[in-house]
């Protein structure tokens, strides 16, 4: 954060003024100028006018319940201890709700929660006790995409002190996280996100340590995502939401959403969100006003003819990818940003109300979905899917907006331009089909004790392991991995490791010292397991840099002791002279590079670490 944030927000906003000034007359009367400047250059809304704006209070109410954005008229967005005031004021009020902090942030701040049901006795353990379902519906973990917030207190009043929506709580319980990065909350201005219609201030999207918390989920380095994990891991919910917006092409559906596809490590789960849940919060939606459609992106933004990729696979460091490793529901939901601040929280007002109803009324189904996928034992699992570009796509009806490219004179290439007016078209929708990453699975991995930040993250994750109390010689397989190196730059706060090439396996009778854990892949969270500990996996521990010490050299020889070692070695070593020669003429740095040609001989001799480039998570054969 800038040390003078008011500062930098007014030379934006000066900036942004002078290029549209002569735009600004245009802008509706009840914006003011700034407003006008960063909603000037956003392509044409769609008109709307849906049947959920019944469902909001209008701003002149006098009803003591007007949430802030009502009060603004679905313009604004509260600060965080606005919106803490709000929320204490309605739990005071509303037996059926309590607030809690489920943690505090890197600034300090408690990240809130609050538990909604019928009953309560609000302990985890009392309400998973009662056998009604439970969903944990999470908004804001990029801060500048709220709309859920402001939705979920409409939803928590109308739940309780108004009541309408009497008995929804009787056959379901909900956990509502109205801002889980609360820090980039309040790094707030005009000008956080210029692709997106509203509210009028918004948060930023990462956090006090410019981490993306929806990056975060394996690794878990934020106290944010540490939070949200530890609520998982004690309240089991049967059914988690992701609340985001998203930007990108326009189109005409307002609210799309993604829960996994077959290829998911949990596919039971994926029929259920698709063929249950899909279809009933989507017939509420239209029969609101809203425009629902399914979580795809454009291959190409700038040729949206090309087509769309269709979201259905990703990996753990992502909330659906995650919950799909662990077999818990979830459903990453992306409103469309072009779409004005206040049919995007009605909509997703009427998606929670669906979802509760959905899941009471079907929690049977659900459960046994959830079952299946737990008790999954493959032999194989695949950590990364790409699209097959051999394949021909799925064409598909999709409800578009015209566009047309035209030359500009910044970029020297042409741009998209979106006109505003709706159009339907068939497009090509690429699915993710081609296994790219994918292993056999073993009977259990094995950490060594000193590897105690790596045995804290599967802790974290609730993964069961056993720990050692006395050392145990083993038998394991183990990776060499050869040509393992640093990215080019830093990502998400860690210095990334890239394996271009498939590493070598090495069957190896070590001693596990005690403190050292054996993780059973035979669990429900095995799957989870391997994708964190599998280093070819594209979020597992190695990539993500909790491994580094294995890629540096610690043990070296002088030259005036490894040359004429070299030279004896070569005199009685045909073969390995051989071996040598060949090498000179396939390689010509090693040929011209005196330090490469002594680490050759070297990494050949007795005293060379074994260790180097040794993965020491061992696998256990089956």
């Not at 003591?64 to 009060?71: V, Y």
């Not at 570009?389 to 799925?394: L, V, W």
């Not at 005690?514 to 397991?529: E, I």
């Not at 070692?565 to 005196?594: C, F, H, I, V, Y």
Request: charged share 25%; glycine share 8%; proline share 8%.
């Amino acid at each position: 954060m800038s040390a003078f944030p008011g500062l930098r927000s007014l030379l934006v906003g000066l900036a942004v003024l002078t290029l549209v000034a002569p735009l600004l007359a245009q802008a509706p009367s009840s914006a003011d100028a700034s407003d006008a400047a960063v909603t000037a250059l956003l392509p044409p809304a769609l008109p709307w006018d849906g049947a959920s704006r019944a469902l909001a209070l209008p701003p002149d109410s006098d009803d003591p319940w007007l949430t802030p954005s009502e009060a603004s008229g679905l313009v604004d967005s509260p600060s965080y201890d606005e919106t803490m005031d709000y929320l204490q004021r309605l739990v005071s009020a509303a037996p059926e709700l309590h607030l809690l902090s489920i943690g505090r942030s890197g600034e300090g701040r408690d990240i809130p929660m609050v538990v909604a049901s019928a009953d309560g006795d609000f302990t985890p353990a009392k309400m998973l006790s009662r056998g009604k379902p439970i969903v944990l519906a999470q908004a804001g973990i990029h801060a500048g995409e709220i709309d859920a917030k402001d939705a979920g207190l409409m939803l928590l009043r109308d739940l309780t002190v108004r009541g309408e929506l009497t008995g929804l709580l009787e056959n379901v319980q909900l956990l509502f996280v109205p801002i889980l990065n609360v820090d980039g909350h309040e790094h707030a201005s005009r000008f956080g996100r210029p692709n997106q219609r509203g509210p009028r201030v918004m948060g930023w999207r990462t956090n006090g340590r410019n981490l993306n918390l929806n990056r975060d989920y394996a690794k878990a380095d934020s106290r944010e995502v540490q939070a949200i994990l530890q609520v998982i891991e004690r309240w089991r919910p049967e059914l988690y939401l992701d609340l985001h917006v998203t930007d990108g092409i326009d189109y005409q559906y307002d609210i799309t959403w993604g829960g996994g596809g077959e290829r998911s490590p949990s596919p039971a789960i994926a029929g259920w969100l698709e063929g249950t849940l899909r279809p009933r919060v989507s017939d509420r939606l239209r029969a609101q006003g809203h425009v629902p459609g399914d979580l795809v992106f454009a291959i190409d933004g700038r040729q949206p003819d090309a087509g769309l990729f269709h979201w259905t696979t990703s990996t753990p460091r992502y909330s659906d990818g995650y919950g799909a490793a662990r077999h818990l529901p979830t459903v990453l939901v992306e409103n469309h940003s072009l779409k004005p601040y206040d049919q995007r929280v009605l909509g997703t007002y009427v998606f929670l109300v669906g979802v509760l109803e959905t899941v009471a009324a079907d929690q049977v189904a659900l459960r046994r979905a959830i079952a299946a996928d737990r008790a999954r034992r493959p032999e194989r699992l695949v950590a990364r899917w790409e699209v097959d570009r051999q394949a021909p796509p799925e064409q598909v009806d999709f409800l578009g907006v015209r566009w047309r490219r035209s030359m500009s004179e910044i970029s020297n290439r042409e741009e998209v331009e979106w006109l505003g007016e709706p159009e339907s078209v068939t497009l090509p929708r690429f699915e993710p089909t081609l296994e790219a990453v994918g292993f056999d699975l073993p009977s259990a991995y094995w950490v060594p004790a000193p590897w105690t930040e790596v045995i804290e993250r599967l802790a974290l994750h609730g993964i069961e392991f056993e720990r050692l109390e006395t050392a145990r010689d083993v038998e394991l397989d183990f990776y060499r991995l050869r040509g393992a190196r640093l990215a080019e730059a830093p990502f998400e706060g860690r210095a990334r490791v890239e394996l271009p090439d498939p590493p070598a396996v090495e069957r190896q009778r070590m001693t596990m010292p005690p403190g050292s854990v054996r993780v059973p892949v035979d669990q429900p969270l095995g799957k989870l397991a391997a994708l964190l500990l599998e280093p070819t996996a594209p979020d597992s521990l190695f990539q993500w840099g909790f491994f580094l010490g294995i890629l540096q050299r610690t043990e070296y020889i002088e030259g005036y002791v490894m040359a004429p070692t070299a030279e004896r070695m070569l005199r009685d070593d045909p073969a390995l002279r051989a071996e040598w020669d060949a090498a000179l003429r396939a390689d010509g740095e090693l040929a011209s590079n005196a330090e490469r040609r002594l680490r050759w001989f070297y990494e050949r001799t007795p005293y060379a670490d074994e260790r180097f480039e040794l993965y020491p998570v061992g696998r256990e054969p089956r």
